[in-house]
Nanobody, 127 residues
Framework: QDQVMESGGGSVQAGGSLKLSCVMH????????MGWFRQAPGKEREAVASMYTDGGHENYADPVKGRFTISRDPAKKMVYLQMNSLKPEDTALYSC????????????????????WGQGTQVTVSS
């Protein structure tokens, strides 16, 4: 079964850090967009960070630039989201997603390209 699964969420105080992990099962790792998205209660889902699994094309939403870092480990078929200097407004359900095979990663920031979605991991930041 093709799927992605997230882990690593939790509760932290403002200023703290968390590292989210996303593993792909049944999906070839190469030549895909991988993205992290989040949805806070009462708000629409928004893109947080994305990258191309062959390397490059990292993209970050303005609210997380300089604080979050997306990275990958092709050998483990995993993508990570390192979140530093967390703020209460970062509280949300964070989901990982993968696109189908795609040539080039210049559009990895577009949610419409993603078809495999994880169930999400909750991140709660207290003030």
């Amino acid at each position: 079964q093709d799927q992605v699964m997230e882990s690593g969420g939790g509760s932290v105080q403002a200023g703290g850090s968390l590292k989210l992990s996303c593993v792909m099962h049944g999906i070839p790792f190469s030549s895909r967009c991988m993205g992290w998205f989040r949805q806070a209660p009462g708000k629409e889902r928004e893109a947080v960070a994305s990258m191309y699994t062959d390397g490059g094309h990292e993209n970050y939403a303005d609210p997380v630039k300089g604080r979050f870092t997306i990275s990958r480990d092709p050998a483990k078929k995993m993508v990570y989201l390192q979140m530093n200097s967390l703020k209460p407004e970062d509280t949300a359900l964070y989901s990982c997603a993968a696109s189908p095979w795609i040539t080039g990663g210049d559009k990895c920031y577009l949610e419409e390209y993603y078809i495999h979605w994880g169930q999400g991991t909750q991140v709660t930041v207290s003030s």
